[in-house]
């Protein structure tokens, strides 16, 4: 952890890749410092709320959970596209500073009204790519529906809403979980999309 935090600090900037999303995680790293109140919206279609599996062991898994007991800055983490099953899971836990938008619920509109009346201070935005459909782009963990599109609809209401603190993403194929030619495909994919997200998030810079 203290080498990852090393690495981190000397990173600078306010958007970044981090790879594949086993290594979600690092956003916890990222936001370790954040020292003004901000909310936190997540792109992922697993809720990241789980209890450690060993003592102390922070994880892909559990990072949500760790920042929400640790940083007294984070005031409220919005979820978007996570599986109903997952969803239901951890719902009632974290109701009080939990938002969650789940991937039925992103089948229809609805949602982004609600969700442009829940932001309520700067954002810190990470994303797994996982949440998307594979359609879009190909990961290693099980993917939902979502597409950029969607995607796009939310940053528009995030950036005109409230100033951004920082961007992560995460999401990419490991190469250990595939033969030379699935590889080739989802780095391929998954570099267009990374362009259509940069693209995107930078076409009008907003950055606190």
């Known amino acids: 952890m203290a080498e990852i935090e090393r690495r981190a600090e000397k990173t600078g900037g306010s958007f970044r ?9 690092v956003s916890y790293v990222l936001q ?3 020292k003004e109140p901000y909310d936190l919206v ?9 209890a450690s599996s060993f003592e102390g062991i922070l994880s892909c898994g559990n990072w949500i959970r760790r920042i929400l007991k640790e940083n007294d800055f984070l005031k409220r983490v919005i979820l ?3 599986s109903d099953e997952l969803a239901c899971a951890v719902r009632e836990e974290f109701k009080d500073r939990v938002k969650i938008y789940t991937e039925s619920e992103l089948s229809g509109t609805d949602w982004i009204s609600d969700f442009a ?6 954002v810190y935005l990470s994303v797994d790519k996982d949440v998307f459909s594979s359609n879009e782009l190909i990961t290693d963990w099980d993917q939902g529906s979502m597409t ?13 809403k409230e100033p951004v603190l920082a961007v ?10 595939g033969g030379n030619r ?14 259509k997200i940069l693209k995107m998030f930078l076409e009008k810079r907003i950055y606190a």
């Open 168 to 177: 992560d993403i995460c999401g990419e194929y490991n190469s250990i979980s």
């Open 42 to 50: 997540v792109f992922d279609h697993h809720a990241d709320l789980l």
């Open 80 to 82: 978007i596209g996570v």
């Open 117 to 122: 009346g829940q932001l309520k201070d700067p």
């Open 182 to 195: 699935r590889i080739e495909e989802s780095d391929k994919r998954n570099s267009l999309a990374n362009e």
């Open 32 to 34: 370790k410092n954040c």
């Open 17 to 25: 890749f981090l790879d594949s999303g086993n290594f979600h995680y």
């Open 148 to 160: 950029l599109a969607q995607l796009h609809q939310a940053w528009e209401i995030i950036r005109r």
